[in-house]
């Protein structure tokens, strides 16, 4: 963890504290074990296509029931669903080390893909509802202690391959079984914020908020841009070098920009008007990919990655800190399932446009992510001058 935000964290109330740290081990548990699934389920005798459906089921099964996990963190408490959530995990990660059959793969699949629908935006909500005036600020270090988390679980289960492949899934459900253990145990309870009216009405105010609707369509762009972190951007860097270790370093170059300025970014931007600085992250984002659509090498693929990671750096918390204004507090939790829903479906159907673009060359491809970014600033700019991005009047954290 970087030293400047490890030093001034304990600012905040304990449990968002509490969820940082939550996060850093959540990511770790997961890219520890989830980079090497595809080749451990290689090695059991499923072919490509068995093993497209194993992961396919485990993305479905996250990105498909996150409306599910926003509205149970409303209904019964987010600390209740986060327990569920890690718990859940670990039993699914669990099944990885044990499971050779198909049926046993599939059920680990979906369990820890349901995990990670009820524990994301149940956290989320969690540090919306207790940072308080700190919201953006707290947003901006919860993605620094991730991406600290995405960068280390995949070096401890490079590390932890050396052995066997079931060590590593064995080390992340524990991982994820402490974790659900240290937070029933410190994690204070927080009462459930939604007790009247239908699950269904709750659903309905959501998606008839065209406010939201309209924000959550133009800031998905942000998610169909970073997923080629894992798609276009490796594909360019490969061709460019020949190497796949020059795939590991775009996220280390990723992460790193990440660690040393994410929260100087968004401390710098707090207090300026939102929908242009949330703009700008997009417009930055997008328009790094004109580098590798003008030029080749591995050079311009860098300047997109970094780019990439300004823009979301940019962006990424302010839209956090805004989501749960488009309603009630009580209802917190419910938006951010919707948002994360909406902005899966549109990284999935991103990543299949994008895909196949690229055939007909990946200058193509990269062009139309820039024209992705620059719709994104210009819808984002829409919003703003029609008042519908305005923060909750609250003081700047300095």
Do not use: K
């Not at 485990?58 to 327990?83: E, M, Y």
């Not at 859940?88 to 893909?113: D, K, N, Q, T």
């Not at 991103?350 to 819808?379: D, E, H, K, Y």
Request: hydrophobic share 55%.
């Amino acid at each position: 963890m970087t030293r400047t935000a490890a030093a001034t964290t304990p600012r905040f109330a304990l449990p968002v504290r509490l969820l940082l740290v939550n996060q850093f081990a959540v990511n770790t548990g997961f890219y520890l074990l989830i980079p090497y699934l595809a080749t451990h389920l290689g090695s059991l005798g499923m072919s490509a296509a068995v093993i497209g459906v194993v992961l396919g089921v485990r993305t479905l099964s996250q990105q498909g029931l996150f409306l599910l996990g926003g509205t149970a963190s409303d209904r019964l408490g987010p600390r209740t669903v986060i327990l569920a959530g890690c718990a859940l995990r670990a039993v699914g990660f669990g099944l990885f080390a044990i499971g050779e059959s198909l049926a046993v793969v599939l059920a680990a699949s979906v369990l820890s893909g349901l995990a990670g629908a009820l524990f994301n935006p149940a956290v989320r909500a969690y540090i919306a509802l207790e940072a308080g005036d700190a919201r953006a600020d707290a947003f901006a270090r919860f993605n620094v202690y991730a991406q600290a988390g995405a960068l280390c679980g995949p070096v401890l289960g490079s590390v932890l391959l050396l052995w066997d492949f079931r060590v590593s899934a064995v080390v992340a459900a524990g991982i994820f079984a402490v974790l659900t253990v240290a937070q029933a145990v410190v994690l204070p309870a927080r009462p459930a914020a939604r007790r009247g009216g239908s699950i269904l009405g709750d659903w309905r105010e959501c998606f008839t908020n065209r406010r939201f609707v309209a924000f959550t369509c133009v800031f998905s762009g942000i998610f169909v841009l970073q997923n080629q972190l894992y798609l276009l951007l490796p594909i360019q860097a490969h061709q460019a070098t020949g190497s796949n270790a020059i795939v590991a370093a775009l996220f280390i170059v990723s992460t790193v920009a990440t660690l040393l300025f994410q929260v100087r970014i968004t401390r710098r931007v707090s207090s300026w008007a939102r929908g242009p600085v949330m703009a700008a992250g997009l417009a930055v984002m997008g328009a790094g990919f004109a580098a590798p659509a003008l030029w080749s090498g591995l050079a311009p693929v860098l300047v997109a990655t970094l780019a990439l990671a300004a823009g979301v750096m940019i962006a990424h918390p302010l839209v956090y800190d805004l989501i749960p204004s488009f309603g009630p507090d009580s209802l917190a939790g419910t938006h951010f399932g919707v948002f994360y829903l909406g902005s899966g479906l549109a990284a999935a159907l991103g990543n299949t446009a994008v895909g196949w673009v690229a055939g007909f060359g990946n200058r193509l491809a990269f062009l139309l992510c820039v024209a992705i970014g620059l719709t994104g600033a210009a819808g984002a700019m829409w919003l703003h001058r029609r008042g519908a991005l305005a923060p909750p009047q609250r003081e700047v954290v300095r």
